[in-house]
């Protein structure tokens, strides 16, 4: 492209050549390449390119995107670097509202099931509370933690919200009165993350100390340790029946960067490993079971990739790379054919699930 400019500018008139370079540019915009790994019939794992249509809408944010979490089949909250929180209808390219409030970056988002009211949490060390249809300012805001809030977790009905920090605490606060309601501390508890087990009175939580916790909501109890992994523990999450999790975790050079599957019933125990990224594991999801002929995972890393997994048996069956991406921060489901993924360099990249070739994943947006 650069020779061809350089060639043409010798040839052409400056008006000629400026309308040229406008038309490219802008051809250029529509395509999108990147790279995923193929698996021929005979084992041999190939690496391809594909170039598709792509659709470069308005930034959503215009520094870092820490977090992304689905609303509702069109709408998304994300926060980051730029201390908004932002409501963004992925399936048209469209900020629905920005809220301000927060001083410091945004790290976490929770969002309440079925409702149109969410949470941040942000390195300033307070919660706020949003209504997508009141003020920009926050509805309610939640101060306790002496650090930066680094969890946040939603209970089935709404009623109660769970926090943790970098400060070895978890709180417990009644969403109706804003107050605290129970505070829990471990020593070197570092928080990574927390999520809320669906119909149960548990929360399940990720720490630097390289431990997976449960705990019963009902005193703030630990109800249960999981082994001890090796590494950094960075994200988890919930299957919807509530009977598995997946756990990630840091690393490098491809030692640790792994997601982890346990049981979450009787005997908690490791099911299955997925192994494969070089660098830190920051997010991972259960993909809806309408997307395949079996239960798959999709992992995202600090590597650029994202990973869809078979579930039961390890495998991995798609890798995509989003070039330029920078680290990949944050997993949510969209609808049930499509991934949010958010990113350092490049915003949220919209991904599609594609069964054309097999099961695939595709670049089709980023905001």
Partial sequence: MLLLRCQL?????????????????????KLKHSTYKYSR??????????????????????????VVAALNSDLCVSGGKD???VVYNWKTGNVVKRFR???????????????????SGSRDKTVMMWDLHGPSQPRQQFSGHAMVVTGLAVNPDSS????????????LWDVGTGQCVE???VSRNLVTHLCWVPREPYILQTSEDKTIRLWDSRGLQVAHIFPIKQHIQTYCEVSEDGNRCISCSSGFGGEGCEATLWDLRQTRNRICEYKGHFQTVASCVFLP??????????????????????????????????????PLTSLAIGDTISLLCASFSRGIHLLRVDHSQGLQLREVAAF
Avoid at 16 to 25: I, N, S
Avoid at 291 to 303: E, F, K
């Fill in 9 to 29: 500018k010798r040839a052409l008139p400056q008006k000629v050549l400026c309308e040229f370079c406008a038309v490219m540019g802008k051809l250029q915009s």
């Fill in 41 to 66: 019939p005979d084992g041999i794992i190939e690496e391809r390119i594909q170039t598709k249509a792509f659709q470069e809408y308005s930034p959503a944010h215009v520094d870092t995107v820490s």
């Fill in 83 to 85: 201390k908004a929180v």
């Fill in 101 to 119: 409030g927060h001083d410091r970056e945004i790290t976490k988002i929770a969002c309440f099931p079925k409702s149109n009211q969410f949470f």
């Fill in 160 to 171: 109660q919200l769970c926090t943790g920090s970098r400060d070895n605490t978890l709180l």
């Fill in 183 to 185: 505070k829990a501390s």
């Fill in 289 to 326: 079971r309408a997307l395949a002929l079996m239960p798959v995972i999709a992992t995202s890393s600090h590597d650029c990739k994202v990973k869809v997994w078979n579930q039961d048996t390890g495998a991995c069956l798609f890798t995509l790379c989003l070039d330029g991406s920078g």
